[in-house]
């Protein structure tokens, strides 16, 4: 069975640029998530879907940053304008529900901004 | 909303037993989650229990005290490769969705 898979695995931008990064979560999963992970501390949830409708998104910095799933498959993540407290690594996980809900993580894109 | 506690490090000799606790704050819960983390990569899923008691997965269990807001990870006969970070996670009663703690960086020594 194939994994989270993640675009691209490492991106440098300078701030004020845009950035956009790929997930295509495990085939079957319905549910698909974003996490902000910033050196040293957990994964942050930013963005939950729930096939291609939005479950939870109060910690997406709205004003900046941007998440679709149009057909409830892969998903796509948009900073634009970025800031230098972006750099950070973002993680794409999915799950397919049941008692323990488990998430499956792709191997995330560490975003650098310059 | 909902906050996790954790330390934020321990050290063990290869061959030991090591816990980790978790204290959580939460408005609805559903379950508690561990995850490993290695350097640069991506977390894994290691147990879950939304139930009291205690969860053995080989050598890794997990236990849980829904009364004491409180679980813990229980790590048996350290290996070298169980250095890493260990995140626990609430799962929220409404939407699925789950808090991490700041994790617990544990570093096995020979």
């Known amino acids: 069975e194939a994994g989270v898979a993640q675009s691209p695995r490492y991106k440098i931008i300078e701030k004020r640029q845009s950035v956009a990064f790929w997930c295509n979560p495990i085939?079957?999963?319905?549910?698909l998530y974003w996490y902000q992970q910033i050196l040293g501390q957990g994964p942050k949830l930013l963005i939950q879907f729930q096939n291609n409708g939005v479950v939870d998104d109060s910690q997406l910095p709205k004003d900046r940053f941007s998440a679709e799933r149009l057909k409830g498959v892969d998903s796509t993540l948009k900073i634009q304008p970025a800031k230098l407290e972006d750099s950070a690594v973002y993680l794409c996980?999915?799950?397919?529900?049941?008692?323990?809900?488990?998430?499956?993580f792709g191997p995330g894109t560490r975003l650098t901004v310059l | 909303g909902q906050s996790l506690e954790q330390p934020s490090e321990v050290t063990a000799v290869e061959g030991a037993i090591v816990q980790i606790n978790c204290t959580y704050q939460t408005s609805g819960f559903y379950g508690l989650s561990w995850y490993q983390q290695h350097d640069g990569g991506a977390p894994t899923f290691l147990s879950y229990n939304a139930l009291d008691g205690l969860e053995e997965t080989g050598r890794f269990s997990s236990f849980l005290s829904r009364s004491d807001s409180y679980g813990y990870l229980l790590l048996q006969e350290l290996q070298m490769k169980d250095s890493a970070s260990y995140f626990c996670?609430?799962?929220?009663?409404?939407?699925?969705?789950?808090?991490f703690g700041d994790g617990t960086t544990l570093t096995v020594k020979p």
């Open positions: 996670a609430v799962r929220d009663l409404n939407a699925g969705k789950s808090t």
């Open positions: 996980a999915s799950s397919y529900g049941g008692l323990s809900n488990e998430q499956f």
């Open positions: 085939s079957g999963h319905a549910t």
